[in-house]
């Protein structure tokens, strides 16, 4: 089946470091990825929209100038955390969907535990 | 994408069919029902998804009322791996999370 791979699946950085997330999909190709944000005891939170070649789409609310969004090939996406704080500490989570389109399902990465100091 | 209501918490016995219900009641014509879970400190899992036929896979059932606006999935036969965090999300493109149904599977 569809892997989606994260790198790392921890980290921990001073405040005020950049952090860079690797989302890879393994054994298919991704025109779009997605990132998510779960922190303790809440649901996942999409952040925005990462699409292959182009600006990636965020939420509203969610700062393009501190989760910076790569996508620059058709398997593999990069968030960085810019200036990283404590409050940025969180569970990011990517997936991607199947460039067959259609309705396939997305595939979730393992996600990357960040804790910032 | 339309919103969906879960229940918070749900129990079930271990062996027995765990159902998990699903209110849509705003589904438009083009939006899918996905259904995922989320087993704690891991990414989510895709489980299965539908249109408007009842669909079957290796782990679940998934049972769409006709008029689409609530759905049912089902676990056969629960068995305790399957404690997690099931959400129900319907969606034309992105998949947006809202709480989920936290099912417990009791031995």
């Known amino acids: 089946g569809a892997v989606v791979s994260q790198h790392p699946s921890r980290v921990i950085c001073k405040s005020g470091t950049s952090v860079k997330i690797e989302c890879r999909s393994l054994?298919?190709?991704?025109?779009?990825m997605f990132w998510y944000r779960q922190f303790p005891k809440q649901s996942l939170m999409l952040m925005a929209t990462?699409?292959?070649?182009?600006?990636?789409?965020?939420e509203q609310g969610v700062e393009k100038d501190k989760f910076l969004i790569n996508h620059a090939s058709l398997t593999l996406s990069t968030l960085t955390v810019t200036s990283a704080h404590p409050e940025d500490s969180s569970f990011y989570i990517c997936?991607?969907?199947?460039?067959?389109?259609?309705?396939?399902?997305?595939?979730f990465g393992n996600g990357t535990r960040l804790t910032v100091t | 994408d339309a919103k969906t209501t879960q229940p918070t918490s749900m129990d079930c016995a271990e062996g027995r069919a765990a159902n998990l219900p699903c209110n849509h009641s705003?589904?438009?014509?083009?939006?899918?029902v996905y259904w995922y879970r989320q087993i704690h400190s891991q990414g989510p899992q895709y489980i299965i998804h539908?249109?408007?036929n009842n669909e079957t896979n290796e782990m679940a059932s998934l049972i769409i009322t006709e008029d689409r606006k609530s759905s049912t999935l089902i676990l056969p036969h629960a068995t305790l791996r399957d404690t997690a965090v099931y959400y129900c999300?319907?969606?034309?493109?992105?998949?947006?999370f809202g709480a989920g149904t936290i099912l417990r599977v009791k031995s």
């Open positions: 990462s699409n292959e070649g182009s600006k990636a789409t965020y």
């Open positions: 054994d298919f190709q991704a025109t779009t």
């Open positions: 997936s991607a969907s199947d460039i067959t389109g259609g309705r396939s399902p997305l595939h």
């Open positions: 999300i319907v969606s034309f493109n992105k998949l947006v």
């Open positions: 539908g249109l408007k």
């Open positions: 705003t589904i438009s014509g083009n939006e899918y």
